[in-house]
């Protein structure tokens, strides 16, 4: 008979211990905080031109996401090595983001990795020394040592099971000695915040446009939709608070300096502060148009059931224009919305 020493009951007991753990002393607000970092860096690459949209260059972030994402996961289920193993993973894709923005996106080495055609770099001198070809992550090294602490980062003993302490074994040893799963955890999160600071510090060195902050409502009132702010390199608003998630502030106030003496930071400054606010017949006229492609795409009735998830500034005037409109086009439901591409497919 075949032994199962982790079985369903054990794992889901274990989940459940550590979420209540995790909300008794606000631990998942920060691994939240550290997850949404990582998304929305992989989400906000500084894009040029529209084939950047199809470049890959944000491949290994999103990835680097999957993996810090999964690896919360395996902790919170009793998978300590696994937990940690991933980890690493999400540590090492992170930091080839940073290598491949350097390299370039176009440059064939990086299109035949992407293609898997090409070995993954090992992390050894020449990576580095790549690494701090950027001005902004040397300056920040000599300062920090950044470089040196990422070095220095133990995981990848999980990875090869560096004996009993990196194995799944060891988790009986630990029992033996006193770490219980609530310290397990705790190990976790001190390495999954290290690697969040460390991307986080990366990356708004590498992308300076990035530390460009406007709240949500200054952007809406330049630009009336979330649709209509274009893409600068800085996101959407105050979600991008979420990038210096756990930098101490001296160190943003480093990266910060930095990067406002960026010419295309400032350029880019200069020109949304200078830009007009919308005025009020300006902004419903650009939410009205905003919300006719919405109806476009599911019919007004599916959509009047949901207008706070489209826009929060959606008033009881702008739906009964939206439903006058609705009614004239015929698009008051999805079944007139196919009626409507049958028409065209046949004339």
């Given amino acids: 008979m075949r032994v199962i020493r982790k079985s369903i009951e054990q794992t889901t007991e274990h989940y459940n211990l550590i979420s209540e ?28 031109a529209v084939s950047d949209f199809l470049s890959g260059e944000n491949f290994s972030m999103s990835e680097c996401f ?19 193993i991933s980890l690493r ?22 299109k ?28 920040f090294d ?28 060891g988790e009986f040893q630990r029992k033996i000695k006193g770490q219980d799963k609530f310290e397990n955890y705790q190990e976790w999160l001190k390495n999954f915040k290290d690697i969040v600071r460390i991307l986080e510090i990366l990356h708004l060195l590498k992308f300076p446009t990035l530390n460009i902050r406007f709240s949500t409502d200054f952007l809406l009132s330049k630009f009336g939709t979330f649709d209509s702010i274009p893409q600068f ?15 101490p502030q001296n160190q943003i106030s480093f990266i910060n300096d930095m990067a406002n003496s960026d010419e295309e ?11 007009p606010d919308l ?46 409109w609705s009614k004239s086009k015929n698009l008051m439901t999805f079944e007139n919305i196919i009626e409507n591409h049958k028409k065209k497919a046949s004339s």
Avoid at 66 to 84: D, N, T
Avoid at 131 to 138: A, D, F, H, R, Y
Avoid at 145 to 163: C, M, P, Q, R
């Fill in 21 to 48: 753990y995790e909300s008794k002393y606000d631990f998942q607000m920060d691994v939240e905080k550290g997850l949404s970092s990582i998304f929305l860096f992989s989400q906000n690459f500084p894009l040029k």
């Fill in 66 to 84: 999957e993996e810090i994402e999964i690896s919360y996961h395996l902790i919170k289920y009793g998978f300590y090595k696994q937990s940690m």
């Fill in 89 to 110: 993973t999400s540590l090492e894709i992170g930091l080839l983001s940073i290598y491949w923005s350097i390299i370039g996106k176009e440059s064939s080495e990086f």
């Fill in 112 to 139: 035949q990795w992407l293609s898997s055609k090409f070995d993954t770099p090992y992390k050894n001198e020449k990576f580095w020394k790549k690494i701090k070809t950027n001005e902004n992550i040397k300056l």
């Fill in 142 to 169: 000599l300062e920090f040592n950044l470089i040196e602490e990422i070095k220095k980062f133990g995981l990848s003993d999980f990875v090869h099971t560096k004996g009993v302490r990196y194995s799944n074994y």
């Fill in 233 to 247: 390199g800085s996101g959407f608003g105050d979600e991008m608070n979420n990038l210096s998630s756990f930098i």
């Fill in 265 to 275: 930071v400032i350029e880019i400054k200069k020109w949304i502060n200078e830009l």
């Fill in 279 to 324: 005025t009020e017949e300006e902004l419903e006229s650009k939410i009205l148009d905003n919300q006719k492609r919405n109806i476009e795409s599911c019919g007004f009735e599916n959509w009047s059931s949901n207008t706070t998830i489209y826009d929060s500034r959606i008033t009881s005037d702008m739906i009964i224009k939206l439903r006058e």
